[in-house]
């Protein structure tokens, strides 16, 4: 039998999800009611966390030697606050100056190394002597599609001519390799959609969630279908007359 703490568990587990997938009937105040709770326990949670971190990680062991660097960072962060005072507003934007450069000046180097010279590197491939058929083949397949789905994005060229018409024909090589890829990903993606759907019906249907499954499906499923009629009869018709001319 379950306790008292695996029941309260097993209840709000049904009933956020119910309240979720409510959603996909109509809007309602479940799924507002969920979105809301999820929002602020996500904000309440990193809260604590950040002031955790915070705490045992910069101010306690400053107490104990002076680190000048995070002291600076703690006065930047109290540059942020100035955001709700009009009068000192400019002041906030020192902050979001420093917060956006320093965040370019990391993010750009490691963009540049893995979206184009580590891309560029892994398309630098044998086109055969790696040993083995379907490596020489796979290797074939990576450099085909890629030269012709980047043909594909030449639109200066009309496909006409001795240049042209080559062009043409790499160019429709590249657009049928990048159906072929998009629809791998879009299976892909719903794939991974209905996985997930299956573990939550799994996670639904375990012996202590399966009573709260059947009565709380049944009361929201009841509430939306009430209201549902309930809207419906208080739209009347429009009632249109044609009056004939005299």
């Not at 085909?144 to 980047?150: N, P, Q």
């Not at 049928?176 to 791998?184: E, P, R, S």
Request: charged share 15%; glycine share 8%.
């Amino acid at each position: 039998m379950a306790t008292f703490e695996e029941s309260i568990l097993a209840f709000l587990t049904v009933w956020g999800t119910l309240c979720i997938y409510s959603y996909t009937f109509k809007d309602n105040p479940f799924w507002k009611w969920a979105t809301n709770t999820l929002v602020a326990g996500y904000i309440a949670y990193s809260a604590v966390v950040n002031i955790d971190w915070l705490l045992n990680s910069i101010i306690l062991p400053m107490t104990k030697s002076m680190n000048y660097i995070h002291l600076l960072g703690i006065l930047v962060g109290f540059l942020w606050y100035f955001r709700f005072w009009k009068k000192y507003f400019y002041i906030y934007r020192y902050a979001l100056a420093m917060n956006v450069g320093a965040g370019i000046g990391i993010s750009l180097p490691r963009t540049v190394r893995s979206d184009i010279t580590q891309q560029i590197g892994a398309t630098m491939l044998k086109l055969y002597g790696t040993g083995t058929l379907l490596g020489d083949f796979t290797n074939l397949v990576i450099v085909f599609s890629v030269i012709t789905a980047m043909i594909y994005f030449i639109f200066t060229i009309k496909h006409e001519g001795p240049v042209g018409m080559p062009i043409g024909w790499i160019s429709k090589a590249g657009r049928w390799v990048l159906i072929v890829t998009f629809g791998v990903a879009f299976g892909n993606t719903i794939n991974s959609r209905m996985a997930l759907l299956l573990g939550t019906v799994y996670t639904l249907m375990k012996p202590d969630n399966k009573i709260y499954f059947g009565i709380l499906g049944i009361i929201i499923l009841g509430y939306l279908i009430g209201t549902e009629l309930l809207e419906r009869r208080k739209v009347a018709p429009e009632i249109i007359t044609t009056q004939k001319p005299d």
